[in-house]
T-cell receptor
């Protein structure tokens, strides 16, 4: 059974600091997504990671994937208040393509 | 190209009433997925449909919940005799094809159901 665990679940940080959110998953997968969700809103796709060693960057966010360790990281560089949101990691289950979500990391960036 | 559309955005029902949630996929998308999000949780898969066909309903509660995606019109998630525990955000997502190399789901804005 594929399980997806994120940590931390809550993170409060100062503007200008760097931090990393971790996503571990329990069985092999070909595809991993990172989404952002603002309160009361839908999910916005940030990154799709398909292969071992994949690294993608968009602005202050960088995502990486290590399929051997079954670990993805979302790194935030020099955080700004606008990045406050909940970030979800989601992994595709190979046997039926179902997307399994982590519980999300609620990120609060203090001005 | 409009995105995935859901309506209503907010729905309040009293216990025992029926809730009908609608989802219109993106143009050209023939695959629809429904997810439920409880407070402080990630999304949980409920059902996957193609036109006139339920492909996978393994995440649907056994009773009171049903889904359809007719040949014409939106996909509908129907909850009969709602209870307080049904209060959640329900998201619909659509995708164009099942080509795994390019597979991605696009999410709608969600329907927030409150059962009083």
């Amino acid at each position: 059974e594929l399980k997806v665990e994120q940590n931390p679940l809550f993170l409060s940080m100062q503007e200008g600091k760097n931090y990393t959110i971790y996503c571990n998953y329990s069985t092999t997968s070909d595809r991993l997504y990172w989404y952002r969700q603002d309160p009361g809103k839908s999910l916005e796709s940030l990154f799709v990671l398909l292969s071992n060693g994949a690294v993608k960057q968009e602005g202050r966010l960088m995502a990486s994937l290590d399929t051997k360790a079954r670990l993805s990281t979302l790194h935030i560089t020099a955080a700004v208040h606008d990045l406050s949101a909940t970030y979800f990691c989601a992994v595709v289950r190979n046997r039926d393509d179902k997307i399994i979500f982590g519980k999300g990391t609620r990120l609060h960036i203090l001005p | 190209n409009a995105g995935v559309m859901q309506n209503p955005r907010h729905l309040v029902r009293r216990r025992g009433q029926e809730a009908r949630l609608r989802c219109s996929p993106m143009k050209g998308h023939s695959h629809v997925y429904w997810y439920r999000q409880l407070p402080e949780e990630g999304l949980k898969f409920m059902v996957y449909l193609q036109k006139e066909n339920i492909i996978d309903e393994s995440g649907m509660p056994k009773e009171r919940f049903s889904a359809e995606f007719p040949k014409e019109g939106p996909s509908i998630l129907r909850i009969q005799q709602v209870v307080r525990g049904d209060s959640a955000a329900y998201f619909c997502a659509s995708s164009p094809i099942r080509d795994r190399a390019f597979y991605e789901q696009y999410f709608g804005p969600g329907t927030r159901l409150t059962v009083t």
